[in-house]
Nanobody, 127 residues
Framework: QVQLVESGGGSVQPGESLTLSCATSEEIFSTYGIGWFRQAPGKEREFVAAISWSGGSKYYSGPVEGRFTIDRDVTKNTVYLRMDSLKFEDTAVYYC????????????????????WGQGTQVIVSS
């Protein structure tokens, strides 16, 4: 049973923008924090951004802070990752995941704390 579904990936040029979506169930959306991770070819999966179950806490990794924005729509049970000023090094498969701990106060930034993952969506930044 697929519980998180990413969409919105694509191929863009440096400096352009993309918005990724992570659609999930109402139960997950209202109870668990959601994180975005990415994995580039030949590299380990890395944390990108996360939002708490309430939406009140957000955290970004250093390489994306100031360029990416995580947000959520309670009417659609969807978490978004707005990516601006994209760079070549942002090329990766992007995954959203649900925190393994319900109603965690502080967002989790390590993949080990997430136990449900989407299938991923590819982002390619190329000129």
């Amino acid at each position: 049973q697929v519980q998180l579904v990413e969409s919105g990936g694509g191929s863009v040029q440096p400096g352009e923008s993309l918005t990724l979506s992570c659609a999930t169930s109402e139960e997950i959306f209202s109870t668990y924090g959601i994180g975005w991770f990415r994995q580039a070819p030949g590299k380990e999966r890395e944390f990108v951004a996360a939002i708490s179950w309430s939406g009140g806490s957000k955290y970004y990794s250093g390489p994306v802070e100031g360029r990416f924005t995580i947000d959520r729509d309670v009417t659609k049970n969807t978490v978004y990752l707005r990516m601006d000023s994209l760079k070549f090094e942002d090329t990766a498969v992007y995954y959203c995941a649900a925190d393994s701990f319900a109603r965690r106060t502080i967002v989790a930034i390590t993949s080990a704390r997430y136990d449900r993952w989407g299938q991923g969506t590819q982002v390619i930044v190329s000129s």
